[in-house]
């Protein structure tokens, strides 16, 4: 199983509201991470999570909040957030090392509007 | 710096013909490169990696790539274009060791005319 899920694949928010995505997998990988794609764009870095601890943070603005409960789960939550924030927000997995790379497998994404 | 470039926005080709779609790295050490696909309002697909075992790589859906030090290219090629084939393709870099990144190319559009 190759596969990562995220929940809900859609999602309207005012920009007072409280939100969060999930992200699952069961590949057994021990990294994790948060992208934000805009329409026409490669995906940004936003956070990696490596064995459930906060690893990378891309300068992410704090009304984004990230969590790993455990080494499956990956949420991410959202508060106040802005128009500009609107956005596909991916969710990867990855094995994990120090040395060498492994590729990332990527989920379907949560099509995020602010309005 | 580690840094990927992909010349042009899009691409078009007739079905049958051949894919080629072109990818520069910038790096002083060996790199990771990868090729993903997105289709529309899905997610980024794996088609292919090149980790230093083989230069010429073969991925999903009849693609391939070749690594060349020389030209510091890695082009994704597939002889014959298929309907299905149309999605944003993105190069990607990474480089060894703990917490590395992966650095996206801005991506190319490959359209497919009947």
């Known amino acids: 199983d190759t596969e990562v899920t995220q929940t809900p694949k859609h999602l309207v928010m005012g920009m007072t509201n409280k939100k969060s995505l999930k992200c699952e997998q069961h590949m057994g990988h021990r990294a994790m991470y948060w992208y934000k794609q805009k329409a026409k764009k490669p995906p940004e870095l936003m956070f990696v999570?490596?064995?459930?601890?906060?690893?990378i943070n891309e300068s992410v603005p704090s009304r984004f909040s990230p969590e790993c409960p455990n080494s499956s789960l990956l949420n991410l939550h959202l508060h106040a957030l802005q128009p500009e924030d609107s956005a596909l927000y991916l969710c990867?997995?990855?094995?994990?090392?120090?040395?060498?790379?492994?590729?990332?497998?990527f989920g379907p994404g949560t099509r995020l509007t602010v309005t | 710096a580690q840094s990927v470039t992909q010349l042009g926005s899009h691409v078009s080709v007739s079905e049958g013909a051949l894919v080629l779609l072109r990818c520069n790295y910038s790096s002083s050490v060996p790199p990771y490169l990868f090729w993903y696909v997105q289709y529309p309002n899905q997610g980024l697909q794996l088609l292919l990696k090149?980790?230093?075992?083989?230069?010429l790589v073969k991925g999903i859906n009849g693609f391939e790539a070749e690594f060349k030090k020389s030209e510091t290219s890695f082009h994704l090629t597939k002889p014959s274009a298929h309907m299905s084939d149309a999605a944003e393709y993105f190069c990607a870099v990474s480089f060894t060791g703990a917490n590395s990144k992966l650095t996206f190319g801005k991506g190319i559009t490959l359209s497919v005319r009947p």
């Open positions: 090149y980790t230093s075992a083989a230069t």
């Open positions: 999570y490596s064995y459930e601890k906060l690893s």
């Open positions: 990867a997995s990855s094995q994990y090392r120090t040395s060498g790379i492994y590729e990332q497998y």
